[in-house]
């Protein structure tokens, strides 16, 4: 038998604490967001619970549950005027994505001059899709996709959810955010999302003080254990949104029971199907 290869989680937040769902006298849980691929590294999503494996710091863990994971996401979308050339098919990609990934919380945020909220997670998905066939670019607008990132993280904090994505949609190559990058990029990681990123490939700096977004969104992106996806043609959105829905229908939640006060030290999670591929994508922050 093939040995089982447990693929290393590391904590999308400094602080992990025990999910509410487990009895406080018999122990605590913790969820893992994973996916599981074939050789070929073709999702795997026919997988029970019995088929997980998860240790933290070489101690087998018994798992409870495992499920799809349908954590909200916010879709940022450019809507200035770097994105009018592109904007029918940057919304046409984003359309797709949401009936592809719809059931679950979505929010829409525009980043064209000031960040605004087009659609929260109360909407519910025929308020969401209305509201994105609704949208179209602002030929007066500069791109503030900083902006409206901390703004996303603004949103997600306040839902306290298990695990959250953002994902950026943009055209721009100058980013004009107003306010302190440091705090807007703090405010990000502090949401613990998963970012996502598909942009032009030359997004450059913020304008008047050579601050350079691009850059630090994509190593916000790779801390989060999210992609950046550098596109230089607008046909490049709906493919790079495919790979996206893809990998995420495939993402699951696994609780998984553990000591009470414990702390998620080198979680390794794996499965007990021949040939398979783990990829541990975080562990649920509190």
């Known amino acids: 038998m093939k040995p089982i290869v447990l693929a290393l989680i590391v904590a999308v937040a400094s602080t992990v604490a025990p999910s509410p769902s487990a009895d406080s006298q018999t122990g605590a849980s913790r969820v893992a967001l994973a996916t599981v691929s074939d050789p070929r590294n073709r999702p795997i999503v026919d997988v029970s619970a019995d088929d997980f494996i998860i240790q933290e710091a070489g101690a087998a863990r018994e798992i409870l549950s495992v499920r799809p994971g349908d954590y909200p996401i916010v879709l940022l979308i450019d809507t200035s005027s770097h994105a009018r ?6 919304r046409k990609a984003a359309e797709r994505f949401v009936d592809r990934i719809g059931a679950r919380p979505l929010a829409i945020v525009t980043c064209g001059s000031a960040p605004k909220v087009v659609a929260s997670f109360d909407d519910d998905l025929a308020t969401v899709k209305a509201r994105l066939d609704g949208l179209g670019s602002d030929p007066n607008a500069t791109a503030t996709l900083l902006e409206g990132a901390a703004l996303a993280a603004q949103m997600i904090q306040k839902t306290a959810t298990l695990f959250s994505s953002m994902i950026v949609l943009s055209s721009a190559t100058v980013d004009g955010s107003r306010g302190s990058p440091d705090e807007m990029l703090a405010s990000i990681v502090d949401s613990g999302a998963i970012l996502h990123i598909v942009a032009n490939g030359s997004v450059q700096a913020m304008a008047g003080n050579g601050f350079r977004p691009g850059a630090a969104l994509r190593a916000v992106a790779e801390q989060s ?9 607008a046909a490049s959105f709906q493919a790079a949104l495919e790979r996206l829905a893809d990998r995420l229908s495939a993402e699951m939640m696994i609780e998984y029971l553990v000591p009470v006060g414990s702390k998620p030290s080198d979680v390794k999670v794996g499965v007990r199907i021949a040939g398979a591929q783990v990829h541990g994508l975080g562990v649920a922050p509190r």
């Open 85 to 90: 050339n592109d904007f029918p098919m940057i």
């Open 225 to 233: 254990r999210g992609e950046f996806t550098p596109i230089y043609s």
